[in-house]
């Protein structure tokens, strides 16, 4: 009883994730135009997971599945030496550096049909992984979803299948990666974050039409923008949509404060959507002083 | 889109009896397989009188898609696989270098953003002639008979200022030879030469002085801006698999991809980058040029790049 109860114990992310307490069998999806930090917060999120519990982690392995294919591991293993010696205040331990790196597992999808044959294959990977370490997964990310939301829109693929319904092969394969995705959950409880990049563009809608008038508005199109929303298109498929639980948007911010020690560094808005809360966390992304 | 029927003749586990198992369940190739279900498949099998062989075969199909896949890497191998393969290469403008953190680097595609006759042909054909200098090839897809050898001639003149003259001939004729210069006109000229450079780096032994280390495309967005009108889908998803082309071939063989883009006017009147929103998730790296009106001082930042925060500037003398 106590070790399901151990198992069940909420994820304890550090910010930009901490307003909603999120549990294994949770997908949170990180909605935002290129760039926001995404992936970024994505990273946090895997080393919080991956360190052990005297430094605050939650002592666990990770998985990313990189269908964007631009994970840059040495950026990865800047941040994590960044995290583990606390900016430089703690010595670092080439151990526990390398613990945390071996936990972190990695593979990247070039089409939709090598992304559902990994998530088919994952089970008996991640069950090999388990025996051997006697640690599991139990933090899955996906970056991004949509990657290849065009390809499979623009696929020619005609299934016949029996009952003559033809279906679109965008909606068959969301739901093939929802059906894998939750039988991979089943037998391997983990906390799924996916990102997904805005394809449509942004339409900023604003609380006075002004800025379509003269040149004058437009100049001052910064006092306004604090008033805005950001509406993005859904694109994703229903069945998708509703298998998300969390949903948080991430957008840059043109706000700079005004303190000159915020050079090389950039500002983005973070707002949860699902659970809606009323309010926008500021995160600043500054360079890391090698 | 193999059709299972071409599968039978190398395993014969594969065969008419598990074909028309499969068909009556609206699989008639490998795909179809894949976005099946499969533990309702399975089911299905053990209900059927030649369960046995029908699930070897399952089995058989499974591994041979198993052969084609990605494996699993952790942290550390990846780590060891970034540092011993994927080099730093030098452009020839230290400017440029510095903010790329070092160079172009292998595996990555690195994306130059800016208007007409802003610089960007001139950085290519430097990282050109400064890649072949050091012994490596480069492929160049020239789109609009930008290509020019006298430039590379005059750089390479450049860098070797206190060599004797016919020792720069010597030098300049190899830099020639080692830069491959393909001219398309479409995208799909395009994809044929990735397809068929894919297929002889994968089968060649190549010489050590003759790896390719740096793919050039001067310029992708007249390719793809004129198939990404109209109504269809069609178009991005050509620009998206011609994206995933250059880096699973930037990535599996260690090369640099340097790609140039134009630029559209925006809301508001401001300039952005061309190819639109679903480009900007496909390179790894982004610099803006733009130069001065009559002036030859190019100024470039950084739009993105993976280890840096923000947008630096630096403004770097191009002598166009």
Known sequence: MLSRVSSVRPFLFPPPLHRVPLRVGNVLELVGPSPSAKTHILIHAAITALLPKHYGGLDHFVLFLDLDCRFDIARFSQLLLHRITEDGTRHCDQTLYDLCMARFLYARCYDTFQFLHTLRTLHCRLEKEKQVHGVGVHLLLIDSIGAFHWMDR?????????????????????????????????????????????????????????????????????????????????????????????????????DHPVATNY???????????????????KIVVKDVRT | ??????????????????????????????????????????????????????????DQLLSTIDALQPPLLNGLQLLEDAQRNKHVLLTGCERIDALLGGGLREGQLTELVGPSSSGKTQACLLSASTVAKHNSSVIYLDTGNSFSPQRIASFVGQSSGHVFDNQVDHILKKVLDRIIC???????????????????????????????????VDS?????????????????????????????????????????????????????????????????????????????????????????ASARAASSTLYL
């Open chain 1, 263 to 281: 050079q090389n560094s950039s500002f983005y808005l973070l707002e949860w959507l699902l659970p809606r809360l009323n309010f926008a966390d």
């Open chain 2, 182 to 216: 393909y001219s398309v006109f479409d995208v799909y000229q395009m994809f044929d030469v990735l397809h068929q450079l894919k297929s002889n780096l994968r089968s060649e032994i190549v010489k050590s002085n003759q790896h390719v280390r740096l793919l050039i």
């Open chain 1, 154 to 254: 623009a696929s020619m693929f005609l299934s016949q299948r029996e009952n003559n319904k033809k279906k679109l092969f965008l909606q068959t394969v969301s739901e093939a990666v929802v059906q894998n995705i939750r039988k991979l959950l089943q037998v391997h409880p983990m906390l799924v974050i996916a990102t997904k990049s805005v394809i449509f563009g942004n339409k900023y809608s604003t609380s006075s039409n002004e800025l379509k008038g003269n040149m004058e508005e437009r100049c001052s199109r910064n006092v306004t923008r604090n008033h805005q929303t950001f509406q993005y298109r859904e694109y994703m498929p229903s069945v998708w949509q509703s298998f998300v639980t969390h949903r948080i948007l991430v957008r840059s911010s043109d």
């Open chain 2, 1 to 58: 889109m193999a059709p299972l029927k071409s599968l039978e003749k190398e395993y014969p586990l594969i065969d008419s009896n598990f074909q028309s198992f499969c068909s009556s369940h609206g699989i008639f190739s490998v795909e179809d397989f894949l976005l099946h279900d499969l533990d309702a498949l399975i089911a299905f099998a053990d209900n059927h009188p030649t369960s046995q062989t029908l699930k070897q075969g399952i």
């Open chain 2, 220 to 308: 992708i967005s007249s390719l793809i801006t004129p198939i990404l009108g109209g109504s269809g889908p069609q178009g991005h998803a050509l620009m998206i698999s011609a994206g995933f082309l250059l880096k699973k071939l930037a990535h599996e063989n260690n090369i640099a991809v340097l790609v140039t883009n134009h630029v559209v006017g925006g809301e508001d009147g401001i300039s952005k980058p061309a190819l639109g929103e679903s480009w900007k998730s496909v390179p790894h790296v982004r610099l803006l040029f733009s130069r001065d009106f009559g002036s030859n001082v190019c100024h470039i930042s950084v739009l993105k790049h993976p280890s840096m």
